[in-house]
T-cell receptor, first 113, second 109 residues
Framework: SQTIHQWPATLVQPVGSPLSLECTVE??????LYWYRQAAGRGLQLLFY??????ISSEVPQNLSASRPQDRQFILSSKKLLLSDSGFYLC????????????FGQGTRLTVV | GEDVEQSLFLSVREGDSSVINCTYT??????LYWYKQEPGAGLQLLTY?????DMKQDQRLTVLLNKKDKHLSLRIADTQTGDSAIYFC?????????FGKGTRLSVIA
């Protein structure tokens, strides 16, 4: 069966520090991958999605970037965190054959101080 | 762009029915979903409805879709304290899943 892993579960980082959040999927190949952010009062916002290695679509211009170095690995990064980057980050995957079915990881709670 | 709106809070007594409403703007939406998020956790797909359906029932859950008004609702019968969570409405249309801001359901014992 397919599983999705996200880590770390919680993270506290100072303003100006770099960020790297990792997401991996097991049990499937060539998944579509997504990064969402849930900020207080703003619901779930799609940040990036990828349909293949090296293919990244950005939905919202901001202080973050994403990379997909391997088929089942999706990384969210920042060179210098801002206070406004605080939030709950969720990774998701969906089968490329049925992209409308998305499955979510357990999320990373990021607090920028 | 696409937009999904839902009320932010709902409070019901245990045993009563809960109805969570949602409106969306993308007329090309093919699937509409309800996700549940328990505290500190990821999202769990609760149920969904295909755009050519009006209603779907799954045990205590009933989804109603009014495609003309672009209105979706989720009814939870016999609401239990374990149903306390945030419920997200979402649509799949021209872009990957677009979510509403979520409705926080509080169940009072």
């Amino acid at each position: 069966s397919q599983t999705i892993h996200q880590w770390p579960a919680t993270l506290v980082q100072p303003v100006g520090s770099p960020l790297s959040l990792e997401c991996t999927v097991e049990g499937t190949s060539n998944p579509n991958l997504y990064w969402y952010r849930q900020a207080a009062g703003r619901g779930l916002q799609l940040l990036f999605y990828s349909v293949g290695i090296g293919q990244i679509s950005s939905e919202v211009p901001q202080n973050l970037s994403a990379s997909r170095p391997q088929d089942r690995q999706f990384i969210l990064s920042s060179k210098k965190l801002l206070l406004s980057d605080s939030g709950f980050y969720l990774c998701a995957w969906s089968p490329s054959s049925d992209p409308q079915w998305a499955f979510f990881g357990q999320g990373t709670r990021l607090t920028v101080v | 762009g696409e937009d999904v709106e839902q009320s932010l809070f709902l409070s019901v007594r245990e045993g009563d029915s809960s109805v969570i409403n949602c409106t969306y703007t993308d007329s090309s939406s093919t699937y509409l979903y309800w996700y549940k998020q328990e505290p500190g956790a990821g999202l769990q797909l609760l149920t969904y409805i295909f755009s050519n359906m009006d209603m779907k029932q799954d045990q205590r859950l009933t989804v109603l879709l009014n495609k003309k008004d672009k209105h979706l609702s989720l009814r939870i019968a016999d609401t239990q304290t374990g149903d306390s969570a945030i419920y997200f409405c979402a649509e799949w249309g021209n872009t990957p899943l677009v979510f509403g801001k979520g409705t926080r359901l509080s169940v009072i014992a």
